[in-house]
């Protein structure tokens, strides 16, 4: 069946780096992808939605300078949060919507650890 | 109030309970309505979608009310593998996006 695999699923990293996360889908192909983050025992917030060939449409209280997002592909997602910073770290979540079927996809997640 | 609220529990259950889950939701103009199931350090999963004249799955029935903004989820003969947090979740009505409840956690004992 179709499948979203993200990478890294785990990802430790110092204060000030950048980390990218990627966000592919394998067997089908997904115009609108979504970012989400998760903080321990609360909900998934949306943080961003990623359309291929176009500027993402962030959430309200999420910076797009900090969160790029590129869909350069129909396929391909990627989320880099620059200078990261304690406070960054959490789980990280894509989903992607196959542009056949309307059906929504969940990525494995990827767990960023800033220290 | 939040758009999406749910009991985060925990339900601790034996095993072959029957336990409901209630989430009420803000956004009147909401129209697709899903329960999804995570685990602890993974990916939410679709359990089933919720539709307005009520649907079952096997073990699992979903509940609507329109009128209320209320969705439930009923188990019944509860498994030591439905142990998990199960996800209220609904769609803003515009651009696909989905909001999640914070979940309701379900610990089933033997």
């Known amino acids: 069946g179709a499948v979203v695999s993200q990478h890294p699923s785990r990802v430790i990293c110092k204060s000030g780096t950048s980390v990218k996360i990627e966000c592919r889908s394998l067997d089908f192909q997904a115009t609108t992808m979504f970012w989400y983050r998760q903080f321990p025992k609360q909900s998934l917030m949306l943080m961003a939605t990623s359309n291929e060939g176009s500027k993402a449409t962030y959430e309200q209280g999420v910076e797009k300078d900090k969160f790029l997002i590129n869909h350069a592909s129909l396929t391909l997602s990627t989320l880099t949060v620059t200078s990261a910073h304690p406070e960054d770290s959490s789980f990280y979540i894509c989903s992607a919507r196959s542009t056949n079927t309307g059906e929504l996809f969940f990525g494995e997640g990827s767990r960023l650890t800033v220290l | 109030r939040k758009e999406v609220e749910q009991d985060p529990g925990p339900f601790n259950v034996p095993e072959g309970a029957t336990v409901a889950f209630n989430c009420t939701y803000s956004n009147s103009a909401s129209q697709s309505f899903f329960w999804y199931r995570q685990d602890c350090r993974k990916e939410p999963k679709l359990l089933m979608s919720v539709y307005s004249s009520g649907n079952e799955d096997g073990r699992f029935t979903a509940q609507l009310n329109r009128a209320s903004q209320y969705i439930s989820l009923l188990i019944r003969d509860s498994k030591l593998s439905d142990s998990a947090t199960y996800l209220c979740?609904?769609?803003?009505?515009?651009?696909?996006?989905?909001?999640f409840g914070t979940g309701t956690r379900l610990q089933v004992t033997l």
């Open positions: 979740v609904v769609d803003t009505g515009t651009a696909s996006k989905l909001t």
